[in-house]
């Protein structure tokens, strides 16, 4: 069974903190992986793709993946209150669906 | 552009009603895929069609029933269905391909509620 595991939360930060995020995949074939942001009744928003080992900074958001640990995570960095939302990670290979944690809801306090 | 639109936004159908499900995107992808949601579940995955062939059907009952009439267009047909089948329905598009680069874009999705 391909499994993506990650922390319920919810994860609360203040204002200005950083938010990280953390997933683990269960399928050593997965070549790809996302994290999404969706807020309260809209859809996943793809915020960060990653493929290979080592880090990926876009802006304030940081992924970092770890193959041989099978370990992915999300770095939010000056987190803002509109930061608050569910975070989806998710993996697959190349040409089949997605295979989605059950999200981390993350809190940002002003 | 990376976008999808889906058609429409709310629907509400009674269990003996027929209703489909649009969605259209413009980027050359060549995978579609069917979501469903529930409220505070991850996405689920329906169907997958790759180069306008079902190549995925994760078991869905039959009164769901794809259609891909070309490259840019998937359809969902609804038919009988039952009020659990109440969800957030998302499309996504993607590239095919090995390695990298398959990014699934969603669309904004459609609201179902089966009374």
């Known amino acids: 069974q391909k499994e993506v595991e990650q922390n319920s939360g919810p994860l609360s930060v203040p204002e200005g903190a950083i938010a990280s995020l953390n997933c683990t995949y269960s399928?050593?074939?997965?070549?790809?992986f996302f994290w999404y942001r969706q807020y309260s009744g809209k859809s996943p928003e793809l915020i960060m793709s990653?493929?290979?080992?080592g880090d990926k900074e876009d802006g304030r958001f940081t992924a970092q993946l770890n193959k041989a640990s099978q370990y992915v995570s999300l770095l939010i960095r000056d987190s803002q209150p509109s930061d608050s939302a569910t975070y989806l990670c998710?993996?697959?290979?190349?040409?089949?669906?997605?295979?989605f944690g059950k999200g981390t809801t993350l809190s940002v306090s002003s | 552009d990376t976008e999808v639109t889906q058609t429409p936004k709310h629907l509400v159908m009674g269990m003996t009603n027929k209703k489909s499900l649009k969605c259209e995107q413009h980027?050359?992808?060549?995978?579609m895929y069917w979501y469903k949601q529930k409220a505070k579940k991850p996405p689920e995955l329906m169907f997958v069609?790759?180069?306008?062939?079902?190549?995925i059907n994760e078991s869905v009952p039959s009164r769901f029933s794809p259609e891909c009439p070309n490259s840019s267009l998937l359809n969902l047909h609804l038919h009988a269905l039952q009020p659990e089948d109440s969800a957030l329905y998302l499309c996504?598009?993607?590239?095919?391909?090995?390695?990298?680069?398959?990014?699934?874009?969603f669309g904004p999705g459609t609201r179902l509620t089966v009374l």
């Open positions: 399928d050593r074939g997965s070549q790809s």
């Open positions: 980027m050359g992808h060549r995978a």
């Open positions: 069609y790759s180069y306008e062939k079902l190549s």
């Open positions: 996504a598009s993607s590239q095919y391909r090995w390695g990298g680069d398959n990014e699934q874009f």
């Open positions: 990653i493929y290979s080992n």
């Open positions: 998710a993996a697959n290979q190349a040409g089949t669906a997605l295979i």
